[in-house]
């Protein structure tokens, strides 16, 4: 079963947003190649005080996502050193800036979105593939990860599948509302409170 990593909405204060002065914007991350780190550090802006960021395993920082230590090795228990990269970010929070977290950019290609049954509301066919832009409800193919605990839809890079072991290992360190199944994926600018 693959879970999708959807960006974390359940602080009590708004989502990360990327840093004016960001030397380097996350969207750069699409390819399936390890990206060059010469860009520079990834900065975010969060309105919510450094103590409440750094408690979090997974601040939210929108996708892709960032991670702690604790939850990097839990990833590599699971994932190979090749398919996925962890990119060191700082957050600056209202008083003072973190750099203990990276994001998280898997490396692994896979086809889970079934776009013949998901709701795609924009796409580009191409010969080969089908490139999702919008979906307002996804439905994935049957046992898509290929056998990997983490990937990223080749259609639509932004969608980072894990699976069910990867799921529960992580979500046992008490961190686990931005894993969803892939019919519960709340829509975009919506806003879930668990």
Known sequence: MAWVWYGRLDTAYRPAEVDDGSPVHP???KSFERAPLTLG?????IK???KSVEKLHCPPVGLPPAVDVVWQQIILNYVPQ?????IPIRINCRDGTSERYSLVLPLAPVRCIDPERSDVTSKIEREDTTLIFGCDFYVHHPDCLNGNH???DEQKPSHIVISNELRDALAA??????FYQPEDLP???GRILH
């Open 150 to 152: 983490l990937a990223r």
């Open 27 to 29: 969207a750069q991350f």
């Open 82 to 86: 090749d398919l996925v990269q962890f």
């Open 173 to 178: 360190t008490g961190e686990s509302s931005m």
């Open 41 to 45: 550090t990834p900065a975010f802006k």
């Open 187 to 189: 829509l975009p600018g």
């Open 48 to 50: 919510a005080p450094l």
